[in-house]
């Protein structure tokens, strides 16, 4: 059970290119969430899925995109990359107690994207 | 979703009892509260959550008050291990977005 991956682990772009980071659970959870996280600074959230086939957008979508075509990945693309998008992204999935309303979210190793 | 304030650091000794309190003054009636611990250069970790009174686990304690406006999570004799960023978090899965919102958090610094 490896939990919630993340590929790649670091990435440099120059401004412009466009790149795709891959989320991949095996915990069978159905909700799955995409989060940016700058120096000294809490997570915000950009998009996230309740289930296969459907996105939706957080705090921060400007710029990205996402798609959630099986169940267990959840990829954030970046079409134009910007010197802004520069930060640590997480991904998360999340397991609800059926029925209520606790829960526990289950973040990856993050992905160190610079934006040159 | 309920907005939370906490400390935005700490600091303590080893062996050291650490308590981190968090307002939360607008929670609604089905919200939980949830306690995060990041290190650097990792995702968040679940350390515990809870609904009222009080929640215990192997890491820590969760103290919640009757009128459910703040929490206090207590770390029982720190270590340097436990230097990190720790954040409060209030919301419900049962309505709406179903997605967390994380503020800045309390930088937890121990010192040996």
């Known amino acids: 059970n490896a939990g919630v991956t993340q590929t790649p682990k670091f990435r440099v772009l120059k401004t412009g290119q466009s790149m795709t980071l891959l989320c991949a659970q095996d915990?069978?959870?159905?909700?799955m969430y995409w989060y940016r996280q700058d120096p000294g600074m809490g997570l915000r959230l950009i998009h996230y899925?309740?289930?296969?086939?459907?996105?939706a957008k957080g705090e921060v979508p400007d710029g990205y995109n996402v798609s959630r075509l099986k169940k267990q990945n959840f990829l954030l693309g970046l079409e134009s990359a910007a010197p802004s998008q520069t930060s640590v992204y997480f991904c998360?999935?999340?397991?609800?107690?059926?029925?209520?309303?606790?829960?526990?979210?289950?973040f990856g190793p993050g992905t160190r994207l610079t934006v040159t | 979703l309920a907005k939370t304030t906490q400390p935005i650091s700490m600091d303590s000794y080893e062996g050291q009892e650490v308590n981190i309190t968090c307002s939360h003054n607008?929670?609604?009636?089905?919200?939980?509260i949830t306690w995060y611990q990041q290190f650097p250069s990792q995702g968040p970790r679940f350390i515990i959550q809870g609904y009222k009174t009080k929640v215990t686990n192997e890491v820590a304690s969760l103290f919640i008050p009757a009128d459910r406006k703040s929490s206090t999570l207590s770390l029982p004799r720190v270590s340097l291990s436990d230097t990190a960023v720790y954040y409060c978090l209030v919301s419900r899965m049962d309505t709406g977005r179903r997605a967390l919102t994380f503020g800045s958090g309390t930088r937890l610094q121990v010192q040996p």
């Open positions: 607008n929670i609604a009636t089905n919200d939980y």
């Open positions: 915990m069978n959870h159905e909700y």
């Open positions: 998360a999935s999340l397991w609800r107690l059926a029925g209520g309303s606790s829960y526990e979210q289950y």
């Open positions: 899925s309740v289930g296969e086939g459907t996105t």
